[in-house]
Structure formats: structure tokens, C-alpha cells
């Protein structure tokens, strides 16, 4: 086995040995009452640790299948889709994907998106949902969703509000009342610090009820029944990944110690340094002001190249991001500082980039 | 924390403590070559041990994803299910939520499909898609897959045949092109012996030219587009499992080395002790002919408490499963003799069953 690479992608992110051994307890059943209890073990410490009374789904799925739970039951005609990056993109065709008209509001990639761009948009009223990305890991714009929540649902109130948070959700703040959010989700890998395989989204009340009358919702992308299976059996409709409900329940109690504001603060000061650091180095590439609190894009002002750079930092038991996709490759990279990183942890790998470049 | 209970149930079986330990090695990203060296050996190894060519789709999911995928990518506008128990049942319902036309080919629980039955419905020459259950884990019940093939594909070759295969595929013997299907699926809880968390479905060149023509297919449904993924970048749309991917890898090597032939023969004789042993004290559900070679579903003739059973069970640590649902629960019980139990093991849970029973 070869050095271990430690995780400062935007996710899969570290997960720490001790969070990793959760997953090797012997299995239980998923039917029997002490799955029930380890599965609203969960569902309370999420609401908790994000102050929220939504449900929260965990499912067995990457996080990309909010996506399709977002175009089969949500989606009823027509969504306004806003993309400025890689991930919102994807977003938008799913669902396009799936069936159901979309309209796109396109921002440059590193530019965020308004709530009065939105507002511009809604206007038409030929909307019934609105899709926006929280964090979008290719760029490392954070738009700001508390914001356009707040000037949407005031004039919007029938518009399902959808949220792709899956690159800042658990380490960003994300607190969905307050947000006005009807469904907002991540995946395990990412600020959780867990492994990948479970997708975790806030479900309000409003999206239930305009899941209950979209027609084809399938099985597995149907909201409203798998809302339905937990509030009668509180358990999953099939089978779900139990070892890392384990891993998710024992990272969770770590992570109510921290509190949301906790964590947050941490993810912030590494942002801050990290942004200074580039700063002083190069370009951040987001617009100033929306810069991700998990993730940071660089851009490559040196012109070096960051795939030697990785090859380098590899052999000293680091792994970093290159640009994403053939727009941004080499023209940026990106570090990710999110899950359990301390500040401490993000120094080390700029200092080893400072050293193999010789800034 | 209390004994461990042993998994006699059909699904999920117990997992090795030497499997679960593989999910505790440390993570690595999804998208450098140390993934691809993974996933692309997992898909080898997959299509050794089955001997197929056709290429094995593996999900970050449940089982049940499948249904939706064959709803979403390979139903085009009208199929056959084929309905015998509870997941058959299930399978047709999902089809149908998906927005396709379902007939129901429907047999009384514990009875087995035949080939005549199929070919008398699909003379009408109504519908693109037959889906059957290998082995309905409510009931017990083994359908004649390879005999259904056979004369399905002679006479309509243009018809995909779509198998669930979730509680006998690694334990009971699957050749994909033997059986003619052109998707057949499993999840990794099962036979396999792993936790839950993947899906695993053998995917014939004639599933991927009708997806190819099926619109709305989605994205973690699309079947097309996971498999143009692969050929692409030998990786998957979105980021898997990988500590689950770990273990699969890690128990392939154990399946390759004990071959397909030699794990079927196993199961069938943990299969064959525990028929006759149901016959001496009790009597088999199944139709005669039809039985399981990886669940024993058993008739309570003598009338005791199922629930009693295991409570008394649990505190010798074991667990095996009541009757499938409000029609078979009390009436019948179930035995799980899958994965890497051996005929022993089966025996041990047998000789307590007597020893508490008094039989």
C-alpha cells in the first residue's frame, strides 16, 4: 500500500480512522426495533444539529439522486434553473432529464447569483420551482440562498424552492426554516466526513404536498413515499446502507459537541486563511464577496502546472484539485477545507505548495 | 452492547469481520487513476465469476433501483410482470408509478411461473418488456429463469427480460447469456454477503439500444448514460461507495476463488438439509420443484409463536425471519441459508429451533 493521500478535494474528504472503524460493526437487520431506534437516532440529530423540524431523508444514493427526486417529485411543469458552474448544470438537465420543462438563468462560472436576478426571472410566473446551487464545487462561488429564500417566498409562496447544498451543507450553515428552503441536500462525503453512499436532504411540508400531486414519482425518487414509509414504520422502504448509518450516527454526535455555529466557524477561518494565502500568491477566481467557506479556487496566475504540483504533493501524502473540467483545468485548482480539517491541517498544505513551487 | 445475532435472515446476511474491516481503509477520491484501477478489477471480477461478457452496472443504491430503472430506461411503453409474492409485486408497482403500462401475469403466493404461462400472455404481442422474480424472498419460491429464457427469446426476441435476482444471484447460479436476460440484478446484502449499499445488475447490448430509445430516462436512472460513463472514463457519474466498492472487491476475490459452481453447490446443499429437515417437523410453502436454494420458507403446522421463537433465538444469538407480511407472518417462518454461511451453521440454528420447540 502506497503513502495515504490525505483529502483536500472538495470530497470525497478525509474521514478519520476512527469514523471509518463504525462501518466494520457487526450488521443488524433493517426491519427489527433496534434499526428503528439507530434510524431516529439519526433523523433527531440532524434536526438538531441544524435546528430544524423538517424530516430529513437519508437514502441509500449518491447525493445526484436529489437531483432526480427534485424532477420526478417536484418538478410539476416548468423550473427556473440558475447555474454558474458544473454542478448547477448538472441539476438543471436531471431534471430536464426527467421529463419537465426548464428555463435556465446562466451567470458566468465564478460569478453568484442575486436574488434580483431571480426575482427578474420569476416574474413571467411561469414557474412552479426555483433550482439553485449553494456552493458550487467547481467554481467555489457560494450564492447566497438565505437571501434569495427570503425575497423568493415573499412573493413567490407557491414556488418550490430546491437546493443542491451538497459541497457546504454540515460545514457552511444551513438552516432550512430559515432559509425558506423545501429541499435541501448533501451527501456523506463531503462536509459530513464520512464516507460516500448517503444522500441526506430537508424536506419541507410544502414539498410533500406538491409531491403528492406529481404523477410518476417511480420508487426510489418518490418522496412523498418514502415520507410516508418513515412516519408509519420509521424505517427505510428498502434496504439501506447500515454501516454507514453506523458511521453517520457516531460522526453526528461529534458534530452536535461542535454545534453548527462551531463547525461553521471552523470552516470560515480556514476559508479566510486559505483566501489570504491565495491572495497573496494569486487571484481568488470567485467574485468578491461570494467566496465558498469549504472550498477554495484558485486562480493559476504562475501558469504552473498543478498536475506535477499534485503528482509532488502526493508523494508527501497530500492530494489537491485541479480545475474543474476542461474550461477551468490548469487555468485554476482548487483546496478543499472541509469535514474534520482544522486550520492547522490546511496551513500544512499550502506550506508544501509554497515549498515544491518556491513562493 | 448486546450478543451478536447471527443473520439467518433473508437479507441482510451476515458479513465476515474480515469483509467489514475492509471498509475501514482509508478513502481515496473517485476520479484519479487508483479508483479506476478499483472499479475497472470489480468489473472483472464480476464478469468472471458469472462467466458473462455482458457489463455489470454497479450503484451507490439498494436493489430496488433497479425496478425504477427499468421503469425509467427500458419500459417503453407496455410490460409484462410477472407476480408471485411480495417483490414481484413491487417490481410491477414501481413500473407502473413510473408512468408505464403494467399487466399483471398473476400466480398465488408459493407457486412458481412457468414458461407456458408467459408465452400464453406475450402471445397478444402486447408488450416490450417481461419482468420475472428469480427467487421471491417472501415466499420462497425459485421461478425457472433459464427454462422462462428459453422460450421467451425464441419466440419474441425483441422483448427485454428483466429479472430481479436480488436474494439469489451469488448463490444461486446466474449466467446472464445462458439465462438470455437482458438485465438481471442483485445488491450486495444478499448472497454476496456484504452490507447493503450497492446495486449490481448484468446488462445485455439489447437493454442498452432500447434505453437509447426511451426518453425521460433521468439521471441516476439512465441506464445509458452510467454505461456511456463507463465506456468513457471506467468510472461512475457520480461519486460511489468506495469503502463499500472496497469490500466488494475484497469478497469477489474470495467468490472467484470459490467459483460460481462451487458456491451454487453449497447453497443447495444448506438448501436440501434444511428442506428435509422442514419435512420432518414441519412442511415446505413452495410449490414442490420450486424451492429456494437460499431461503427455506416453512410452514408453521404445529402452530407456535414465530415471534416467541426468535425472542428466545436472539438471547442464543440468532435471528431468523417470521412470515412475509400480514398474509404469510405467523403462518409461515423463513430461514436464510445464504452467502458464507455453511451447512453447520444452518444445522446449529436447526438443533436450537428443536431444542426450543421441543420438536
Redesign the interface.
Same mark, same amino acid.
Given at each position: 500500500m502506497n503513502l495515504? /493521500?490525505r *483529502?483536500f478535494?472538495p470530497? =470525497?474528504t478525509?474521514?478519520f480512522?476512527d469514523v471509518?472503524?463504525q462501518?466494520? /460493526?457487526? *450488521?443488524?437487520?433493517?426491519r =427489527?426495533q433496534e434499526f428503528t431506534d439507530l434510524f431516529v437516532g439519526i433523523v433527531d440529530k440532524l434536526q438538531k444539529f441544524h435546528g430544524s423540524r423538517q424530516w430529513p431523508a437519508v437514502i441509500?444514493?449518491?447525493?445526484?439522486?436529489f437531483?432526480?427526486i427534485t424532477?420526478?417529485s417536484l418538478v410539476q411543469e416548468r423550473a427556473l434553473c440558475c447555474v454558474n458552474g458544473a454542478f448547477s448544470q448538472?441539476y438543471a438537465?436531471?431534471i430536464q432529464?426527467?421529463?419537465k420543462a426548464v428555463d435556465v438563468l446562466d451567470v458566468p462560472w465564478g460569478q453568484a447569483i442575486t436574488p434580483e436576478m431571480i426575482l427578474e426571472r420569476l416574474s413571467s410566473g411561469d414557474y412552479d420551482t426555483l433550482v439553485v446551487c449553494h456552493n458550487e464545487t467547481s467554481t467555489g462561488v457560494r450564492n447566497p440562498i438565505y437571501d434569495i429564500g427570503k425575497a423568493v417566498k415573499k412573493e413567490h409562496p407557491d414556488i418550490i424552492y430546491a437546493i443542491d447544498s451538497v459541497s457546504a451543507m454540515g460545514g457552511d450553515k444551513v438552516e432550512p426554516e430559515k432559509i425558506g428552503s423545501d429541499l435541501i441536500f448533501t451527501?456523506t462525503?463531503k462536509c459530513f466526513a464520512l464516507?460516500?453512499?448517503l444522500a441526506i436532504g430537508f424536506v419541507s411540508e410544502h414539498a410533500l404536498e406538491r409531491a403528492a400531486d406529481v404523477?410518476?414519482?417511480?420508487?426510489?425518487?418518490?418522496l412523498k413515499g418514502i415520507y410516508d414509509y418513515y412516519q408509519k414504520k420509521q424505517q427505510t422502504?428498502?434496504?439501506?446502507?447500515?454501516?454507514?448509518l453506523y458511521a453517520l450516527d457516531y460522526q453526528l454526535d461529534k458534530m452536535l459537541e461542535e454545534t453548527q455555529e462551531g463547525r461553521y466557524q471552523r470552516h470560515l477561518s480556514m476559508a479566510q486563511w486559505t483566501r489570504a494565502w491565495a491572495n497573496k500568491h494569486f487571484e481568488m477566481f470567485p467574485e468578491k464577496g461570494y467566496e465558498s467557506v469549504t472550498v477554495s479556487t484558485i486562480k493559476n496566475t504562475l501558469g504552473k502546472s498543478i498536475a506535477d504540483l499534485n503528482k509532488e504533493l502526493a508523494t508527501r501524502g497530500f492530494?489537491i484539485s485541479n480545475g474543474y473540467g476542461k474550461q477551468l483545468k490548469e487555468k485554476t485548482f482548487r483546496i478543499g477545507h472541509m469535514g474534520d480539517w482544522q486550520l492547522a491541517n490546511v496551513q500544512e498544505v499550502c506550506w508544501h505548495i509554497e515549498d515544491i513551487w518556491g513562493l
Open positions: 495515504h /493521500k *483529502l478535494i470530497g =470525497p478525509e474521514v480512522p471509518l472503524l462501518q466494520a /460493526k457487526p *450488521l443488524i437487520g433493517h =427489527p441509500t444514493a449518491s447525493g445526484t439522486l437531483m432526480d424532477g420526478r448538472r438537465a436531471t432529464n426527467c421529463g451527501s462525503q464516507p460516500p453512499g404523477p410518476h414519482r417511480g420508487r426510489y425518487t418518490d422502504p428498502s434496504t439501506p446502507n447500515v454501516s454507514l492530494m
